[in-house]
């Protein structure tokens, strides 16, 4: 059975006193992600959020005192993310190599008479079509596994809890349902938010960028805390199965 409390994912930001603050410094930081180094912060502040969460089942906004500390974790955090998204940058450095070698091939035979162009494009549009669905499917399996991976880091505070396949694996196979409702009302949300955003940049131009950031930042904290839940519950689950299997 699935249980979420829908409702605190989307209140518990506003329930501290101080959010305005919490949340205005979080924003900043989001919106100069380019730049990395804010990424390493603010990713060090989520990481901080989600073990709350899955040490005591509640979420609130920790208070933003210990950057040094935030650094270390958001570079364990990145690195988790970044070893999870690894297959997919994989496959794509690979789908791009294979497209300009097509491109170079279809020339070449072309130019000595073996492939007809009409024949070159053919084959160029299956393998890019091929190609681009397998990407697409390797990054929605991803999408709803490397959640519960990235929370076996949080969980242990070990990078390399990330290779503990078979730990987070149970886990998300206890809760698998959760993982995959708040993985599903994640992109939901993105893409709402993507799709009112692109009909008011043209309006407001870099107030759209800053505009888009604040539901974007909002939905990650709403995410955040269903993926911890989720991992909290598929955990408490799997342990109560093998205290029932050893009884």
């Not at 730049?35 to 912060?41: E, K, S």
């Not at 494009?121 to 596994?145: I, K, Y």
């Not at 959640?147 to 969980?155: D, G, L, R, T």
């Amino acid at each position: 059975m699935v249980t979420f409390d829908l409702e605190t994912a989307f209140v518990y930001p506003f329930r501290d006193r101080r959010w305005t603050e919490k949340l205005l410094i979080a924003l900043a930081l989001y919106l100069f992600l380019y730049l990395i180094l804010p990424a390493f912060f603010l990713a060090g502040y989520l990481y901080r959020l989600a073990k709350g969460v899955l040490e005591t089942g509640e979420a609130h906004l920790p208070d933003w005192d210990d950057w040094g500390g935030d650094f270390r974790r958001g570079a364990r955090a990145l690195g988790a993310a970044l070893l999870i998204a690894s297959p997919v940058l994989l496959f794509v450095v690979l789908w791009l190599v294979g497209v300009f070698g097509s491109v170079f091939a279809m020339e070449g035979m072309e130019e000595a008479g073996r492939a007809t162009p009409t024949l070159g494009f053919m084959l160029w549009g299956m393998f890019m079509l091929g190609s681009m669905s397998l990407t697409a499917l390797l990054g929605m399996v991803l999408g709803v596994l490397g959640p519960a991976a990235w929370m076996h880091v949080v969980a242990t505070d070990r990078l390399n809890a990330i290779l503990d396949v078979s730990g987070w694996w149970a886990i998300f196979r206890a809760a698998w349902a959760e993982f995959v409702v708040a993985t599903v009302l994640v992109i939901g949300l993105r893409m709402f938010v993507a799709y009112l955003m692109q009909t008011l940049f043209w309006l407001l131009c870099f107030g759209g960028f800053v505009l888009a950031a604040i539901p974007n930042l909002y939905i990650l904290l709403v995410g955040l805390y269903l993926y911890a839940r989720a991992y909290r519950q598929g955990a408490a689950r799997l342990a109560s199965q093998r205290a029932e299997a050893s009884a």
